[in-house]
């Protein structure tokens, strides 16, 4: 395993292992980041409480050297985890946990802004099938993981938020990897749960941000971020 494990904060080896032997666990369906973590490809951080002014810097910093260095390097399957101390509110619900998540993407893009552009292969708008979370110019596929999460594959100890590249995800297609990947992990999803998660879909088909926080939301859900300026 490499990456920022965030020194400083009490407690951030103890959280990284769990982290990762979660990942080993049979509650876990994403074979990316399994895979990241297998080929020494996935890079974690351990941050104060979610969206909160004091995590920021830290976790600006560590997801734009994520994205110069690892994910800019050959491999299929980079990701980065952020993983929180704490919540505020401890313990959240499934909706208050989906505010924090876009409140914390709402402040990584304020930081963000200023030096870059949203980036080109992904709409800026939540409402729009291309949208995706753009970083350092980089899209992302966000998955929010937390205690309360109704979907088993969700459910890690800690709130955590793991940043996946779109741009690797097509270039997985383009090797025929993706679909295999796709069915092993719904399989996974009916085996833990005994349904796919009705919020997945394919990209440019219905909007990922839908998909971000783990939660099942409405038809007429409207996602709490818009791009400012």
């Known amino acids: 395993m490499t990456g920022p494990t965030t020194p400083g904060h009490e407690g951030a080896e103890d959280a990284v292992e769990l982290f990762t032997e979660w990942l080993r666990s049979d509650g876990f369906t994403c074979l990316g980041a399994r895979a990241a973590l297998h080929r020494g490809e996935l890079v974690t951080g351990v941050y104060p409480a979610l969206a909160s002014a004091e995590c920021l810097p830290e976790l600006a910093s560590d997801l734009g050297r994520f ?9 299929r399957f980079h990701s980065f985890a952020a993983i929180f101390t704490e919540c505020d509110p401890p313990d959240p619900d499934e909706e208050t946990f989906e505010q924090l998540l876009w409140r914390q993407l709402r402040a990584l893009h304020e930081a963000d802004r200023t030096d870059n552009v949203w980036a080109h292969d992904v709409s800026d708008d939540p409402r729009s099938p291309d949208f995706g979370f753009s970083f350092g110019g980089h899209p992302f596929f966000v998955i929010g993981l937390h205690p309360g999460a109704s979907r088993v594959s969700r459910r890690f100890a800690r709130p955590a938020l793991v940043f996946n590249s779109h741009r690797q995800f097509a270039e ?6 993706y679909q295999g990947m796709q069915t092993k992990i719904r399989a996974k999803e009916r085996e833990l749960q005994g ?5 997945l879909a394919e990209h440019g088909v219905i909007s990922e941000a839908r998909q971000y926080s783990g939660r099942i939301v409405p038809p007429d859900w409207e996602c709490p971020f818009s791009r400012p300026g």
């Open 195 to 199: 349904d796919v998660n009705p919020m």
């Open 172 to 177: 997985l297609k383009r090797a025929g990897v």
């Open 67 to 75: 994205i110069t260095g690892p994910l800019s390097t050959d491999g």
